[in-house]
C-alpha cells in the first residue's frame, strides 16, 4: 500500500514538475521580446490618445515587460488592418491591434474587402462602451432632427466599413433623411479639418471622446449642435437629444438598429490574430484588465479626457458571436440599411 501511495506521489510530483516547466516559458516569453501593436486609424485622434495611454501599462503587465511600438495601419474603417491580422501577421503573440468597432461586423455585412472571421480571432478586450452621434457644424443649419428632413446634411467619411459613412446611409434608409455622405477623407481627423474649412457639415459616428480629448474648444465654444443620437435610447451624457430608437415605428427597424449599435458596446477593441497559443492570449488579456483596472492609468486617461469603460475579451467575443447568430432577415436589413460600399448579399 505504501508503495502505491509513494507512486502516486511521484507521478502527481512529476506532473507538478511537468506543468510548472510549461507554465515557466509562457510566463517568460515575452522578456527581451518586441510587440508591434497595430492602430487601425491614422496618427492622431481618438484612436491614438487610447492606443498611447493603454501600451505602458499594457507593457507593465505584461511578464517580462515586453516594448510595445505603435504601427499605423489606417483603410477602409479598419478592414485592412483586420485583413492583416488574420491572414498575415505572425501567430506568436508579438501582434495585437487596436481598431474600429465596426470592423468586426464587415464579414456579417457583406463587405467584399473582409477577407476574416472575427469569432475565430482572439479578442483582448475593449477600453470603451460609447453612443452614436452625429455632430453639424455650427454654420450648417443643422441643429435639431427635423432639420435632417428638411435640408440637406453633408458629412465627412473615410471610406467603406467606417462608421462615418455607414451610419448616415442606415438613418437615410430607415427614417428617410436628408444627409449626403462625402467619402474619401483618410481618417477622423481630416474629417474634422474639412469641417472647419467648410467642405463638410458634419461626421457621424461614435467619437465623442476624441472631441473631448482633441477638440475641447469646440465644445467650450459651442462650434457643433447635436441633431440625434444614433442609439435605441438616450445615453444621459446628451439627456436633450432624441434617440434613433424613439422614431423606430415597428419591431423589425428596432431590431436593425439593435444589431447595427450592437457594436458600439465594445467600442475601440484588441485583438490578436487566429492561432496565437492560448497561454499567450491569456497573458495579453490579463495585462489588458490589470492595465484599465490600474488607478494610475485611470488618472492619466482622466488627465488627457479619455473616456474608459472597459469591457474583457469575453464580452467582446459573445457580443460578436450574438451579432453573427442574429436572424438572416435582420443581417439583410441591416446590410441593406448601411449600403456598404464593395459589399455583396451573403
Not at 507521478?11 to 516569453?29: K, R, V
Not at 505572425?90 to 476574416?116: C, E, H, N, W
Request: glycine residues 8%; charged residues 20%; contains cysteine.
Amino acid at each position: 500500500m505504501r508503495a502505491i501511495w509513494r507512486s502516486l506521489a511521484v507521478a502527481a510530483l512529476a506532473a507538478i514538475g511537468a506543468s510548472a516547466l510549461h507554465a515557466a516559458p509562457a510566463d517568460d516569453y515575452y522578456k527581451g521580446k518586441q510587440i508591434i501593436l497595430i492602430l487601425s486609424t491614422d496618427v492622431g485622434g481618438g484612436y491614438a490618445a487610447s492606443a498611447n495611454a493603454i501600451i505602458p501599462y499594457l507593457s507593465a503587465n505584461i511578464p517580462g515587460r515586453p516594448r510595445i511600438i505603435m504601427q499605423n495601419m489606417p483603410g477602409a474603417g479598419g478592414v485592412r488592418a483586420m485583413n492583416y491580422m488574420y491572414s498575415a501577421a505572425p501567430k506568436d503573440g508579438t501582434r495585437i491591434a487596436l481598431v474600429q468597432a465596426m470592423s468586426p461586423y464587415a464579414p456579417l455585412f457583406g463587405v467584399d474587402a473582409a477577407k476574416y472571421d472575427p469569432r475565430q480571432m482572439h479578442w483582448i478586450g475593449s477600453l470603451e462602451k460609447s453612443t452614436g452621434i452625429c455632430v453639424a457644424w455650427s454654420t450648417s443649419g443643422i441643429r435639431t432632427w427635423q432639420d435632417v428632413f428638411a435640408k440637406e446634411f453633408v458629412v465627412g467619411a473615410s471610406g467603406a466599413g467606417s462608421q462615418m459613412e455607414t451610419l448616415p446611409h442606415m438613418v437615410n434608409k430607415l427614417f428617410g433623411t436628408k444627409i449626403k455622405v462625402v467619402s474619401g477623407y483618410k481618417g477622423g481627423n481630416d474629417v474634422f479639418l474639412a469641417m472647419e474649412r467648410g467642405e463638410v457639415q458634419g461626421r457621424c459616428g461614435s467619437f465623442y471622446s476624441t472631441i473631448i480629448a482633441s477638440k475641447p474648444d469646440w465644445i467650450q465654444q459651442k462650434k457643433f449642435a447635436i441633431p440625434f443620437q444614433i442609439a435605441l435610447e438616450r445615453d444621459p451624457e446628451f439627456r436633450d437629444v432624441p434617440a434613433l430608437g424613439e422614431f423606430a415605428k415597428d419591431t423589425r427597424t428596432k431590431q436593425v438598429l439593435e444589431l447595427i449599435a450592437s457594436h458600439m458596446a465594445m467600442d475601440r477593441p484588441l485583438v490578436m490574430p487566429p492561432g496565437t497559443p492560448p497561454e499567450r492570449v491569456a497573458i495579453i488579456r490579463r495585462a489588458f484588465q490589470a492595465a484599465v483596472s490600474d488607478p494610475a492609468f485611470i488618472a492619466e486617461a482622466q488627465r488627457q479626457k479619455l473616456d474608459i469603460d472597459a469591457v474583457p475579451g469575453e464580452g467582446v467575443a459573445r457580443l460578436l458571436s450574438n451579432a453573427y447568430a442574429m436572424p438572416p432577415d435582420v443581417v439583410s436589413a441591416a446590410r441593406d440599411a448601411l449600403n456598404l460600399t464593395g459589399s455583396s448579399p451573403n
